[in-house]
């Protein structure tokens, strides 16, 4: 399993969402970083919601991480 993150360039909250994600995981998880404006179902779900974190297919969070969240997670990943 790994989070997911629906971004885009330039996206200043999608580049703090992923360093605070990235620190947080510290390689307990995999991070696929997918840019949405590299294909078109992306873009038309996520444009003006990014950065938008999934696990498993289910919102974790979007705008901002939700640290909680992200540890419920690992947490089960610890066991």
């Known amino acids: 399993m790994a989070f997911h993150v629906y971004s885009r360039r ?18 307990r998880a995999e ?3 997918r840019d949405i404006d590299t294909r078109e179902n992306w873009r038309r779900v996520y444009d003006t919601r990014v950065p ?6 289910t919102l974790v969070c979007q705008y901002h991480l939700d640290r909680e969240a992200v540890g419920r997670i690992l947490k089960t990943l610890d066991i």
């Open 31 to 33: 991070i696929e970083v």
């Open 52 to 57: 938008v974190l999934e696990y498993d297919g």
């Open 10 to 27: 330039g996206c200043h909250l999608c580049e703090q969402l992923l360093e605070e994600l990235l620190s947080l995981v510290d390689g």
